[in-house]
């Protein structure tokens, strides 16, 4: 049964600021009073594009890799990414990956978050690419088969509609967001802080005191 607080996570395991925001994330994650929960929904950064991604954007994106590290200390990136792997503007395969292997295994979710953002910051691969998401289902110990069927799947592609609309819904454009659900309808916004989970954990005691 979901509980009638929860902070609610919006992110897209292909997004660079939201792996920055991971530590601290789980850091707040930790220290959550008991009656608020946690749920992540996806909200999708890029569509499905098979096309090279433009030269320019990948130039934006490695500065961005650079700030990262400035403003999040211990912040980590292979930049080999960028001369081994061709890169693709589109982040909803991996999206699908994370809901197929919690349609596998449930508990598995956050771990294929985690497989996605390695594999892409750290072991230069690219998770734009379906062999790469099924290699990490079978490194997580899902079955390869039925999570490449998943991944094609129309009902894989409905969930991950249905929750980029609900991200839409609580005014979410930009990732990583969080947003506390306080009742059936009240919800508000909690200003991300990469570095300090206390001032997030302060910000949510007070909406819901």
């Not at 920055?20 to 929904?41: D, E, K, M």
């Not at 506390?180 to 819901?208: E, F, N, S």
Request: hydrophobic fraction near 40%.
């Amino acid at each position: 049964m979901r509980s009638s607080t929860e902070l609610i996570y919006i992110h897209d395991p292909m997004c660079s600021w939201c792996w920055g925001f991971r530590p601290c994330l789980t850091r707040l994650r930790s220290l959550l009073p008991a009656q608020v929960g946690f749920r992540s929904l996806l909200g999708g950064l890029a569509p499905d594009s098979e096309d090279p991604m433009p030269a320019q954007m990948q130039q934006q994106l490695q500065s961005t890799w650079r700030l990262i590290q400035q403003r999040i200390p211990g912040t980590r990136f292979n930049f080999d990414f960028w001369s081994l792997c061709q890169p693709r503007r589109s982040t909803y395969p991996a999206c699908r990956a994370v809901l197929a292997a919690r349609t596998l295994e449930p508990v598995t979710e956050d771990a294929m978050v985690l497989a996605i953002q390695q594999a892409y910051y750290l072991r230069a691969m690219n998770p734009s690419e379906e062999h790469t998401l099924v290699q990490l289902a079978g490194e997580l110990g899902l079955p390869r088969t039925a999570f490449r069927a998943l991944l094609h799947s129309e009902s894989i592609a409905a969930q991950l509609q249905q929750q980029i609309a609900v991200a839409r819904d609580l005014d979410v454009h930009s990732f990583p967001s969080l947003v506390l659900r306080t009742g059936t309808d009240a919800h508000r916004p909690v200003k991300v802080d990469y570095t300090d989970a206390q001032i997030m954990l302060d910000c949510i005691k007070t909406l819901i005191a």
